[in-house]
T-cell receptor, first 113, second 114 residues
Framework: DAGVIQSPRHEVTEMGQEVTLRCKPI?????LFWYRQTMMRGLELLIY????????DSGMPEDRFSAKMPNASFSTLKIQPSEPRDSAVYFC???????????FGQGTRLTVV | AQSVTQLDSQVPVFEEAPVELRCNYS??????LFWYVQYPNQGLQLLLK??????LVESINGFEAEFNKSQTSFHLRKPSVHISDTAEYFC????????????FGSGTQLTVLP
């Protein structure tokens, strides 16, 4: 398996624009997580899906952020409108039923100017 | 609620010296404990994990960590570090069932000096 795949790897956008980050979890994994990493706040859990259903979205910072998982092999994290303080590295991770540890993607480095 | 405290944000150490990265956790339920490593511009990779059983767990590259329930700690150690061990190390707690999300510490930057 190619692991968790995120796209794009880098995204530079202007303030106010919509940004969509994409994630393909490892095949067969039924739990998916979106994390945000910044120098100031470290790694923060944004949202957790199990079997495509959002279980915990208490980490989503505000209404500008939304996440979907339309099927077991794809998830998106959308920011609309984006702001400079959203600049961070966004990671997607997945876990299978027979695993205990999360497998991480390479991350998307988002810069909002 | 779960929380993780990594007491040292930066640990510089000379090559071939021993190192300990400290981690303390707080949880109201039984947890799984993990150490992840992050190299520059990369994602997190699992280094080792404690689930149950023996309190001492080891990785394939010489790191080990010991689960201490009474002190709620899961410190990471290596007896002799290499330049290639330079990276950021994250301690994390996770659960099972519907609580599988990981809660991470703030990370420790290990820098191995020649």
């Amino acid at each position: 398996d190619a692991g968790v795949i995120q796209s794009p790897r880098h995204e530079v956008t202007e303030m106010g624009q919509e940004v969509t980050l994409r994630c393909k979890p490892i095949s067969g994994h039924n739990s998916l997580f979106w994390y945000r990493q910044t120098m100031m706040r470290g790694l923060e859990l944004l949202i957790y899906f199990n079997n495509n259903v959002p279980i915990d979205d208490s980490g989503m910072p505000e209404d500008r952020f939304s996440a979907k998982m339309p099927n077991a092999s794809f998830s998106t994290l959308k920011i609309q409108p984006s702001e400079p303080r959203d600049s961070a590295v966004y990671f997607c991770a997945s876990i299978g039923d027979t695993n205990t540890e999360a497998f991480f993607g390479q991350g998307t480095r988002l810069t909002v100017v | 609620a779960q929380s993780v405290t990594q007491l040292d944000s930066q640990v510089p150490v000379f090559e071939e010296a021993p190192v300990e990265l400290r981690c303390n956790y707080s949880s109201s339920v039984s947890v799984y404990l993990f150490w992840y490593v992050q190299y520059p511009n990369q994602g997190l990779q699992l280094l080792l994990k404690y689930l149950s059983g023996s309190t001492l767990v080891e990785s394939i590259n010489g790191f080990e960590a010991e689960f201490n329930k009474s002190q709620t700690s899961f410190h990471l150690r290596k007896p002799s570090v290499h330049i290639s061990d330079t990276a950021e190390y994250f301690c994390a707690v996770g659960g099972s069932g519907s609580a599988r999300q990981l809660t991470f510490g703030s990370g420790t930057q290990l820098t191995v000096l020649p």
